[in-house]
């Protein structure tokens, strides 16, 4: 039986796939595939042929070569994602059938295992205390694909996970079929692959997309994820959960990888990604905004709130503004204020003129979500805070003010070079010691443990020096 047959096998009486027809990754896998074949025979017949048996590649001119080798590509990535919506699939069918403690690879798992062989909550703690998890990202030369790319891949995974609800109508089935379509036969007529090298600019865009696609909402999931899993398998015991999962980068800080990263691009790059976090934090104020209004007419607000509220308004030049605006709905009032602080913050990111106070740090604003949260608590309106509010706080907690930690890497080579064009300035133009002398590792340690107190001149210094100084000043 051939692929198309098995495809139209599982189509329904109407001609569309029902959902039991994209739960299988052959099932689901044939019907992407023949999604493509139709754009392909829309637009490129003469490699059809090649795409559905890649042997009938014989003769074709190096154009279609290449149009049929991106088929390929493409092919292989939508088997992916059929391969990908298989696996979240089992995993749901592993929970629900087994319980979730039975999944490899999560905390419940992993706790449920140390609750059975008599792990002490003590030594859960000391763990916990010490554990940090820093994926880094990386702008990796065969990563060619452009954010336009990733996003269209995203849709038609979205879409098809959608696809395999039974609650459909037809018409609403053959709609989400379309749109499958349409996305695949975007990725058709839109150049895969950048034509020249990214820039350091389109490097760090493309880094950031997976954040603003899945990491900022899922990074906080995953702390309360593992707090759920102490609360099951520790009931009795109290667990403080830290920020552990964080993210580093190279993407505009990796001078030693990339030759067009400057001390510029750096600045940028770390003023880019500020400003991810700081929007990504507006956004979730705003929804937090609307769904707090919480009149106090219908509820006990804590005094030591009001008096909370009170002071932060009184800060803002428009603080009265806020308060009319959201006449007895204290929390409300609470979450604009903060809001109002939080877009100074990102206007001083973007180098724009501060018109009110802003937040000289992320603890400042951890701070003021913790008064949030406790003061719903103290109103018994506990799932309010632990569902609202706590994720917030955690994203904060994670992603700071900068969503990654940027690593700065230079070749060691230049960083030597400028060490001894150093020595030289500081000893009247001795030649310096070898770099596995004693002599040279003591003077290091004493230029590193010495105040600055005055800056030093650098009108004599070379260019290349001068830029090795400036990295560290970034």
């Known amino acids: 039986m051939t692929a198309e047959t098995q495809t139209f096998k599982s189509l329904s009486s109407t001609g569309l796939p029902s959902a039991y027809a994209t739960r299988s990754v052959t099932e689901a896998s044939d019907f992407l595939r023949e999604q493509l074949l139709t754009v392909i025979r829309r637009h490129t017949p003469e490699i059809e042929a090649v795409v559905r048996d890649s042997k009938a590649g014989a003769g074709l001119e190096p154009r279609q070569m290449a149009r049929a080798l991106q088929?390929?590509?493409?092919?292989?990535?939508?088997?992916?994602?059929?391969?990908?919506?298989?696996?979240?699939?089992?995993?749901?069918?592993?929970?629900?059938?087994?319980?979730?403690?039975?999944?490899?690879?999560?905390?419940?798992?992993?706790?449920?295992s140390a609750a059975a062989s008599g792990v002490a909550p003590d030594e859960i703690r000391a763990q916990l205390q010490s554990l940090r998890i820093r994926p880094v990202i990386t702008a990796h030369p065969t990563e060619a694909k452009r954010v336009s790319i990733l996003e269209k891949y995203r849709r038609i995974y979205l879409l098809m996970r959608e696809l395999e609800s039974t609650r459909w109508t037809d018409r609403e089935r053959e709609a989400l079929v379309k749109s499958i379509y349409d996305q695949i036969e975007l990725l058709w007529l839109t150049g895969e692959l950048h034509l020249e090298k990214p820039t350091v600019d389109q490097e760090v865009a493309w880094g950031q997309h997976f954040f603003h696609e899945s990491i900022f909402d899922l990074a906080p999931e995953l702390l309360s994820s593992c707090e759920r899993a102490l609360r099951r398998h520790y009931p009795n015991e109290t667990f403080e959960v830290a920020p552990f999962f964080q993210f580093g980068s190279w993407i505009g800080g990796d001078r030693d990888g990339n030759p067009f990263v400057t001390n510029d691009v750096t600045r940028?790059?770390?003023?880019?990604?500020?400003?991810?976090?700081?929007?990504?934090?507006?956004?979730?104020?705003?929804?937090?905004a609307r769904m707090l209004s919480i009149s106090q007419r219908a509820a006990d607000i804590p005094q030591s709130f009001r008096e909370e509220l009170a002071e932060r308004l009184a800060a803002l030049p428009d603080g009265s503004a806020i308060e009319a605006r959201n006449q007895n709905e204290p929390y409300r009032q609470f979450v604009g204020a903060l809001l109002r602080k939080l877009d100074q913050t990102l206007r001083a990111v973007n180098g724009e003129p501060a018109t009110?106070?802003?937040?000289?740090?992320?603890?400042?604003?951890?701070?003021?979500?913790?008064?949030?949260?406790?003061?719903?608590?103290?109103?018994?309106?506990?799932?309010?805070?632990?569902?609202?509010?706590?994720?917030?706080?955690?994203?904060?907690?994670?992603?700071?003010?900068?969503?990654?930690?940027?690593?700065?890497?230079?070749?060691?080579?230049?960083?030597?070079?400028?060490?001894?064009?150093?020595?030289?300035?500081?000893?009247?133009?001795?030649?310096?010691?070898?770099?596995?002398?004693?002599?040279?590792?003591?003077?290091?340690?004493?230029?590193?443990?010495?105040?600055?107190?005055?800056?030093?001149?650098?009108?004599?210094?070379?260019?290349?020096?001068?830029?090795?100084?400036?990295?560290?000043e970034v």
């Open 71 to 112: 088929a390929q590509g493409i092919l292989f990535q939508l088997v992916s994602i059929a391969e990908q919506a298989y696996a979240m699939r089992r995993r749901r069918r592993i929970e629900r059938e087994k319980g979730h403690d039975k999944l490899l690879g999560t905390f419940d798992y992993v706790l449920s």
């Open 268 to 288: 940028r790059t770390m003023r880019e990604n500020a400003a991810a976090s700081l929007n990504y934090y507006r956004t979730r104020f705003v929804d937090l």
């Open 356 to 472: 009110g106070p802003r937040y000289a740090s992320a603890d400042e604003l951890i701070g003021d979500l913790l008064v949030l949260e406790k003061a719903l608590v103290e109103a018994k309106s506990d799932a309010l805070a632990a569902d609202l509010v706590r994720p917030l706080r955690r994203a904060v907690e994670t992603f700071r003010f900068s969503t990654v930690r940027l690593d700065i890497r230079q070749n060691t080579t230049r960083t030597t070079q400028a060490l001894e064009e150093l020595w030289r300035v500081k000893t009247g133009g001795e030649t310096p010691p070898d770099l596995d002398a004693p002599e040279w590792r003591e003077w290091l340690i004493a230029e590193l443990a010495k105040p600055r107190t005055t800056p030093l001149s650098r009108d004599t210094l070379s260019a290349d020096t001068r830029d090795v100084i400036e990295m560290f």
